[in-house]
């Protein structure tokens, strides 16, 4: 039986973190380099998309491979909202969902500025559908306008500017005859005959395929894909990109009525046999004519050509995989479709995006460390560098998954391999098998080797890159008030799962380590000198975390030197500091607000560490946000490289619950209770008169969890509006229509207003340029001024019914609140968990509750997305069911 088993994978060539990927909150994976510089500074978003009955897992080697050819300008995010028997439910159910997702993803990553699309199969179809529900049209050029602000007018795709759009198989002709049904192998009249059968193999998708379908007697979809149709802008969306690319199996998987070429034209990549760049040919369509296949497919020739394509046509014939074109040209599975590899090193002569430069390098890398660890057996021997990363394997009853998660080791200072001495430069990522020991020593087989999924999402470790640093019994094992503790100390093997709802056979998914007191501590209780700085904007219960780490630290440590940086990140090398005891913060919690002060920008990494070595601390407590929790990465890592003995941790802080990972911020509970205040305040005015209206607009910048929160507990709230839900005034099933409704049926109406909903209606009204703060975020536009305003106006101007308008904003107050009982003990137990994870010896990371137990997450985790309401969950359905309000998702063309 195995209990345990670590591998490592060893590469001469790469380098650990290369890329790294995540579970995007949209479904799916992202794909970015693991630099933190070049994830800031990637401004192109690569969207690629599956095809029939895929899913993400077939874009994985090209995405990697991408980003490793551009790792400072790409962020590739492979789309998972249409995968397996999702494919079947139509292009144009597909093509909505999709053009969410990307809108999703947009919003987590507001320094995009670019857009590509890379998609297989039918998901060039897809693709093409949710571009046209993307498309941004510009505006019209006024004479006020200066030049410089009409080139920023031009069209755009989900607000970013369109660069690429490739489509590698995609039968954008249909599939009445053209060879493009993989399983039919390219015989046509197979593909003729399944026209009669396919709505019942391919659902709805066959039919849009096939031509077939006929919504309410329309034409076919792919046919009315060539027009502009409402706010469905498909040829225009195609056109704005500044290059359309089309790659295309030719004899056993064809597209765009390709010939079929022998011969190869190039050299360089044998796959590639012909090579054309189309201009546009803008003519018109004649919708008088039958729909007769013939017609129709010359339509449909017709309607592609009004834009400039590439076209590259690529046969497999003297591939071993020839009748598996349509997945090799994709490179869909890599041991099987390496043949691919040479037309995606064509695409750089195509694309200004160089896809997969490096595939070629990559591929034959891969081999080698296939070959070398499929024969590893380990030997923990302790005999080689500690600073070392390593992947958990183990067999029941807690196994752990062989996918590959390159992690710092900290449960063995060292091991070796055969004898060989590797170092952390020498880890490359895949999810292939391995061997190892058994308690015995013995080794043991591949096969005995469960995979899971199970992945630990660890946290960097002092001994990483201090391998000698000593270690220290825990002082909390003798402690009074721990001694009835049945277990005083976290076991190194304890993990907290993400996802706590899974189905049965699924993988165990991703896990942290949980937080707690250990064993051994990696800090002399009287050598400590630790500091404490809050960044930001003001949160009810920062003085309570400030008193828990201090009381902490002193009570269950016996840490006594403690100090207060005032005023931010700058107040490391500009202000004074001021000394912290037990005594000085004793009722600190009983105040809003923070007793160190608080500002906005001043980081600085370099000065900072600087401050930090002359100090002499050796434990830094960052509370703060976003921005705030990237900083202490940076001052982790600057720590990690000058090698000094700093634990950095960070403490999450925001209002807006809008924090990755953990389940909620501190502050949360206290500002919905309070925003109630206000909630009941404009119920009990708009009550007392005829035909009264008050509007309460809360904190919300761009999640909306307070107003829907404050909404839910309130139950006097009629309408609810946030940044995640679009709304519109006018027309049927608007906010105008819906207020006069409750106006007649009540005599009032209640409006809860996040402060990010509705932005674009200010600015556009404003006409305003978008200006930022100190530490980078958009500054806002007053959204309860202007919908009261139109609110007013509409029905005192337009409706001529006199109402009475109440407005309250009372966004402030409900932040500069002391913490409520709930927060407090909250806090308390953020503080502690903080304190723990340093005296262990863990830095760079932050704390917080997932699943209601806290564990120590990377702080990369939780700054990478943006937590938003899910407009799909439950929760949202609760609160649209509780106020009656309309969804909002049929605006009025």
Known sequence: MITSLTVIYISPEMKSGDICSSEAVTGGENVFSCEPSDVSSADHLVVMVNGILGSSEDWRFAAEQFVKSHPDRVFVHRSEKNAASQTLDGVDVMGERLSQEVLEVIKQKPNLRKISFVAHSVGGLVARYAIGRLYRPPREKTEEMSAETFEEEKATIGG?????????????LGSRGHKQVPFLF????????????IRWIFRRTGQHLFLTDDDEGKPPLLKRMLEDSGDCYFMSALRSFHRRVAYANVGYDRILGTLLWEDSVNEKYPHVVYEERCKACDLEQDSTKDDNTNDVEEELVTGL?????EKVDVSFHN?????????????????????????????PAHTSLHLNVFLKLARNVYQEFKTKTQKLSMD??????????????????????????????????????????????????????????NHDKTPVENDEVEDDGFVLEDVPHLTNFLPDLPTYPNPLEHSQAYAIVKETFVKPEDVLAQQIVVQKGSPRGVHFRRAGPRKKVYFKSEEVKACIVTCGGLCPGINTVIREIVCGLNNMYGVNNILGIEGGYRGFYSKNTMELTPKIVNDIHKRGGTILQTSRGGHDTNKIVDNIQDRGINQVYIIGGDGTQKGAAAISKEVEKRRLHVAVAGIPKTIDNDIAVIDKSFGFDTAVEEAQRAINAAHVEVESVDNGVGIVKLMGRYSGFIAMFATLASRDVDCCLIPESPFYLEGEGGLYEYVQQRLKENRHVVIVLAEGAGQEYVSESANANVEKDASGNKLLLDIGLWLTQKIKDHFTTVKKIP??????DPTYMIRAVPSNASDNIYC??????????????????????VNSRHAYIPIGRVTETTNVVKLTDRMWARLLASTNQPSFLNKPK
């Open 186 to 197: 390219g015989v046509s009249a197979l593909e003729k005959v399944a026209v009669l059968v």
């Open 319 to 347: 591939s071993r995989s020839r009748f598996a074109a349509h997945s090799v040209i994709q490179v869909k599975n890599y041991n099987l479709h390496t043949d691919g590899e040479t037309v995606f090193n064509s695409c």
């Open 305 to 309: 050509s009004r834009v400039s394509w």
């Open 380 to 437: 923990l021997t302790l005999k080689s560098p500690p600073n070392l990363h390593y992947l958990s394997l183990t067999k029941t009853p807690n196994p752990f998954s062989s996918r590959l998660f390159l992690k710092p080791i900290n449960s063995f200072k060292y091991i070796t391999f055969k004898h060989q001495i590797y170092n952390k430069n020498s880890f490359i990522s895949h999810p292939i098998r391995a061997q190892g020991l």
């Open 828 to 849: 308390t137990l953020l503080a502690q968990s903080a304190v723990h994870g340093a005296m262990a010896g863990y830095s760079g990371f932050t704390v917080g509750p």
């Open 160 to 172: 970013l500017v369109p660069m690429n759009f490739i489509t590698v198989a995609t039968p954008h």
């Open 803 to 808: 109402i009475n308008m109440k407005y309250i």
